[in-house]
């Protein structure tokens, strides 16, 4: 049967939110959680709660740059219990895996929540806007916890009307710039490319949510470090740490058209790679880059696009919700809870450029750049000024 079979991944009924919250409250009852690691995401107080210090440990060295020294209440906690796999007795779904690949979750629904079982790791995580719980073999799958915690903070911005992208982004003060584009076609290496320029800080590498208010759209990433190739890293002088001596030596001899092909990958700490206070999560939405050049002969070029008459660009960074996606069971796993409608009206005063041509992060780097300066400029000009300061002469009674 192939998988993209309804009836060989139905979507389940939902069981009682009465039986969710007596699983997740009788986990937490079971293991005292007493460590916490305080966060801020992009200006919201987040923590994750843990009883294993090595696991907290490996934590806050990945989210570093996101760590906070306040008495904030957080908005978003995450519990992740370090504990043999847990065995709930429930009946789970299996969901569709993408073509071609193994199934590698599956799913129990509730009325407004989930719990969803990684097979492969053993990992189960419980999924509302109550508990957010991971438990199981957390510290040899603490990556699971940071992408855990990046989709639960996402869905956050996603309940106050926002749009998942398939994107990564950076910003210049408080303008920001999404760059989308079809896979392989270089935007994190774009990005970091551009964090060549001081001024220019990262946002995200492979998600973010479009939200918007008053004064325009919103711009928020995630703490996801980028993973990227030998061609990046070669190409990218800021990079070279990531490779040993060995591995530089040896990646340089590759042909340049392998280079770009070749599948290993590299998790690139900003921090380390460009410096500390480079990284954070939150800008104004300021322009919005769809990469479809190519690796051909011909200049890059930065062109003004109206998405309403090439409706197909959208293609390049809409995002249907995942399985951590959980907005009160209103979305369901695999189907489209986001129109292509809703982008263009989120991004209907938003500039939006098609990046063609050959391809050059250099020179588009620099364009870009240069762009994002005048918006930081402009924006800067639009916030109320102070007043200014008067001296004040007492008066004799």
């Keep these: 049967m192939s998988p993209d079979s ?29 460590l916490q690691l305080d966060l801020d995401l992009g200006g919201l107080p987040a923590a994750i709660s843990t009883n294993n210090a090595t696991l907290l440990a490996k934590l806050a060295d990945y989210l570093h740059p996101f760590m ?59 999924v509302s806007a109550k508990y957010n719980i991971a438990a199981g073999p957390c510290l040899d799958n603490w990556d699971q916890i940071v992408n855990f915690l990046n989709f639960r903070f996402l869905n956050a911005k996603i309940g106050l009307g926002g749009v998942l992208c398939h994107a990564s982004a950076v910003a210049v003060d408080q303008a920001g710039l999404m760059l989308a584009g079809l896979a392989g076609r270089g935007k994190s290496s774009l990005a970091l490319t551009m964090m060549h320029d001081d001024d220019v800080d990262f946002i995200s590498n492979d998600r973010a949510v479009i939200t918007t208010a008053d004064d325009g759209p919103y711009l928020f990433g995630s703490t996801k470090l980028p993973r990227v190739n030998p061609g990046t890293i070669l190409h990218n002088e800021h990079l070279h740490r990531l490779l040993t001596p060995e591995e530089f030596i040896r990646f340089k001899a590759v042909p340049e058209n392998e280079l770009w092909t070749l599948e290993q990958k590299y998790d690139a700490s900003i921090e380390s790679c460009f410096g500390h206070g480079r990284q954070r999560l939150a800008a104004n939405l300021s322009a ?110």
Excluded: C
């Design 68 to 126: 906070r020294d306040d008495d904030r209440t957080p908005l978003l906690h995450l519990a992740a219990v370090e504990s043999v796999p847990v065995r709930l007795g429930l009946k789970y779904t299996p969901r569709r895996p993408d073509p071609g690949k193994e199934v590698k979750e599956e799913w129990v629904r509730f009325l407004y929540s989930r719990i969803v079982h990684k097979t492969r790791t053993d990992m189960t995580f419980f």
């Design 288 to 397: 919005v880059g769809i990469l479809t050049w190519d690796r051909i002969d011909a200049p890059a070029k930065i062109v003004p696009v109206n998405l309403e008459e090439k409706p197909h660009l959208l293609q390049a960074f809409i995002k249907q919700p995942g399985i951590f996606i959980e907005q009160d069971g209103q979305n369901l796993p695999d189907t489209d809870f986001f129109t292509p409608e809703d982008y263009l009206e989120v991004l209907q005063n938003t500039p939006v450029y098609e990046i063609t041509g050959g391809i050059d992060f250099v020179s588009a780097a620099k364009e870009l750049r240069d762009d994002l300066v005048l918006k930081a400029k402009t924006l800067r000009e639009k916030q109320p000024q102070p007043e200014p300061a008067t001296d004040r002469i007492d008066e004799d009674v």
């Design 6 to 34: 309804s009836a060989e991944f139905p979507i389940p009924k939902a069981l009682t939110q009465e039986t969710f919250n007596r699983l997740a409250d009788g986990l937490l009852a079971s293991t005292p959680l007493p």
